[in-house]
C-alpha cells in the first residue's frame, strides 16, 4: 500500500474543513472496502480522515421516524431492538451481507459508499471506465456473470453489491448529508445513480460531503416481508440476484406492497410498477408472476448473466410467496 | 507451545530465515537509497516514512508504539509485537483466519489499520488461555477434533469464542450462518460445529 497521511479528529465540522482544504483527501469509516482497494492499488488517497470518532452512532425512534447515525456498525443497525420490531426486513438485509467479522466493523454510511466487485473494476491492469475514465469497459463482451440487467450504459455495467441498500431503497429512506454550507436530505432513491456518461462516480455525493443520518418513516411492512438473495454459496457471497418484498395486507388483499432488487443495476432497484400493480390484489401466484412480468420489463442481458433473466423474475415471485406466508 | 526447535546457535527457524532474508535484501538495496535515508538529505523522502503514535493493549499488556498509518492490525500483531498466532490467509477480509477481537467485538485485523485502533483493547489467540489452562472453546477443538492442518484454527476460535458471546450459537444452522466468515480448507466444518455446539450447551463462560 502507498503511504499516506493520516488525520483523526471527533468533531464534525472539523472533519468537514479538512475535506474542503485538501481535494487529495478522503474520510475513512470502517474501512472494510477503503482498506481492500489501497491494498490492490484500485484506489491511492493520500490523505485520510478517520471519522470513528464523530458522534454519529445513534439510533432514534421518535415521531413516526427512524433516525440512524451514519456511523451506526451493520451488526449494531441488524440487532437493535427497535429496527428487528419495527423495521425487520432492513435487519434481514444486514444479515445477508458480508460476515459478522465484517458488519461488526462496517459502517451505514461505508455500505452505501461501497463500490463494485466487478473484476475488471478491481484488476489495474484491465480496462475499467469506472477506475479509469475512458479506457473501455472489458465486462461489456467479457466475463460478465455478476454483472447488471437494468439500466446499464455502453460504458459500464457494474452492479451496487450491497443488501443494505436494497432493503433502504424498499422503505422509501431518506439522506441527510452534512458539508460545511450546512445540512441537506435527498431521497435514498436519489443518492445512487446510474453509471451512464459518468461511470467514474457511483453515486450523487457532493464533494465535501459527509453522510451523517438515515431516516426511515414507520410502515406497516413489518408482518409479511422477506428477503431472498440468491448466490453461488449458502453464505458469504455477493448476490447474483436478490429481492426485498414487503405486502401490507388486509381482509386479504394487498393494500401496500414494496419491492426492490439487488445483484442487478448500478443501484439498488426499485420496482415502483409492480408494486403498482399488486396494490388492490390479492396475493395470489398469478398475480405474484404478473408483478415479476412487470418488473422486468427493460432487462438486458450480456451474455454470461443471461440466466438473470429467468432467476430474476423467478427470485420476486418466491420473495414474494415467502413475504405473505 | 512448550518446545521450540533450536539449532546449535539457539535460533529458531524463523529466526534463520529472518537473519538470512535480511541480509540478502542488505545486499540488493542500491546503495544511493541507504545512504540518503541515512543522511536525511531527501527531506520528502524522509517524510514518506512519518510514523504515528499509537497506544492500546494487546492480551491486557500495554503498548506504546509509533507506526505508519498503512500499516495493517495484523501487521502489526504479527511483525511488530510477534504475536504470530494470528494468520494472514488472504489479507483480504475474505477468509477470516485474521480475526482477533477489539473490544469485545470480533474483526477482521487484515483490513483494520493499526491506527485506528487507538486506546482499544486486542484480545488475540495467544490471549485466550488462562496460563496452562486453556479457553473451554480451545479444549472443546482438541475433543471434537476440529481442526487439521491448523493454519484457520486461531481464527475459527476467536470467532467461534464471539459467535457464542453475541448469542449467534442456538442451532447448528445459525452456528454455520454467523460463522460463515470463517473458511477451512481442509473442511473441518462438522466438527468446528460440534465443537461449538458443546460450548454453547454447556453454557460455561466464554
Known amino acids: 500500500m502507498i503511504n499516506f497521511q493520516y488525520l483523526r479528529t471527533s468533531v464534525v465540522k472539523t472533519a468537514l474543513n479538512l475535506i474542503n482544504k ?3 483527501a478522503v474520510f475513512i469509516a470502517g474501512g472494510t472496502n477503503l482498506v481492500d482497494l489501497m491494498k490492490r492499488g484500485v484506489t491511492a488517497p493520500e490523505k485520510l480522515i478517520d471519522i470513528n470518532h464523530l458522534p454519529l452512532k445513534q439510533i432514534s425512534f421518535a415521531n413516526n421516524l427512524l433516525q440512524i447515525g451514519a456511523l451506526t456498525s451493520n451488526s449494531a443497525l441488524a440487532e437493535a431492538p427497535i429496527v428487528k420490531e419495527k423495521f425487520p426486513l432492513l435487519s ?10 465484517l458488519r461488526n466493523v462496517a459502517t451505514v454510511g461505508g455500505n452505501m459508499m461501497q463500490r463494485t466487485r466487478c473484476g475488471y473494476f478491481y484488476d489495474t491492469t484491465m480496462p475499467c471506465n469506472k477506475r479509469e475514465p475512458g479506457s473501455g469497459c472489458g465486462a461489456i463482451g467479457g466475463y460478465n456473470r455478476m454483472h447488471a440487467i437494468f439500466g446499464t450504459s455502453e460504458h459500464c455495467i457494474a452492479v451496487h453489491p450491497s443488501d443494505m441498500c436494497v432493503g433502504l431503497i424498499a422503505l422509501d429512506a431518506q439522506v441527510v448529508l452534512a458539508s460545511a454550507k450546512g445540512e441537506r436530505k435527498i431521497k435514498f432513491a436519489d443518492f445512487h445513480k446510474l453509471a451512464g456518461n459518468t461511470p467514474e462516480k457511483d453515486n450523487n455525493l457532493q464533494k465535501g460531503e459527509l453522510i451523517v443520518r438515515v431516516e426511515i418513516p414507520a410502515n406497516n411492512f413489518n408482518k409479511n416481508f422477506h428477503y431472498l438473495k440468491v448466490r453461488d454459496r449458502s453464505s458469504y457471497a455477493f448476490a447474483l440476484v436478490s429481492v426485498a418484498a414487503a405486502l401490507d395486507i388486509s381482509n386479504g388483499v394487498i393494500s401496500d406492497a414494496r419491492l426492490a432488487m439487488g445483484g442487478v443495476a448500478h443501484k439498488p432497484w426499485r420496482l415502483i410498477e409492480a408494486e403498482n400493480f399488486l396494490k388492490g390484489k390479492s ?16 432487462a438486458k442481458s450480456f451474455g454470461e448473466n443471461d440466466f438473470k433473466l429467468t432467476l430474476a423474475p423467478n427470485t420476486i415471485v418466491e420473495a414474494l410467496t415467502l413475504a405473505q406466508a | 507451545m512448550s518446545e521450540v526447535d533450536q539449532n546449535q546457535a539457539g535460533d529458531t527457524r524463523r529466526d534463520f530465515l529472518k537473519k538470512t532474508s535480511f541480509a540478502a535484501a542488505l545486499s540488493l538495496t542500491p546503495i544511493t537509497i541507504l545512504k540518503a535515508a541515512d543522511q536525511k538529505v531527501d527531506e520528502r523522502f524522509a517524510e514518506l516514512f512519518e510514523k504515528i503514535p499509537l497506544n492500546l493493549k494487546v492480551n491486557n499488556k500495554s503498548y506504546a508504539l ?3 498509518p498503512r500499516v495493517t492490525l495484523l501487521d502489526l500483531l504479527r511483525e511488530q509485537l510477534h504475536l504470530t498466532g494470528t494468520k494472514k490467509g488472504c489479507d483480504h477480509g475474505q477468509c477470516g483466519a485474521c480475526t482477533v477481537h477489539v473490544d469485545g467485538q470480533r474483526i477482521n485485523s487484515c483490513l483494520s489499520l493499526a491506527v485506528m485502533n487507538e486506546g482499544k483493547s486486542i484480545t488475540t489467540i495467544e490471549g485466550l488461555a488462562n496460563g496452562n489452562e486453556l479457553h473451554p472453546m480451545q479444549a ?5 477434533d476440529g481442526f487439521q492442518c491448523g493454519y484457520c484454527t486461531p481464527g475459527q476460535i476467536m470467532s467461534a469464542v464471539a459467535c457464542v458471546r453475541e448469542g449467534h450459537a442456538n442451532s447448528r444452522e445459525e452456528i454455520r450462518e454467523y460463522m460463515s466468515g470463517n473458511i477451512c480448507r481442509c473442511g473441518a466444518y462438522p466438527n468446528i460445529v460440534d465443537a461449538i455446539q458443546e460450548v454453547k450447551e454447556k453454557g460455561v463462560k466464554v
Open chain 1, 22 to 24: 485538501d481535494s487529495k
Open chain 1, 92 to 101: 434481514l438485509t444486514l444479515q445477508a451481507g458480508a460476515s459478522a467479522q
Open chain 1, 283 to 298: 396475493p395470489n401466484k398469478a398475480n405474484f408472476e404478473q408483478a415479476a412480468k412487470i418488473a422486468m420489463n427493460g
Open chain 2, 66 to 68: 509509533s507506526v505508519e
Open chain 2, 140 to 144: 472443546a477443538f482438541i475433543k471434537h
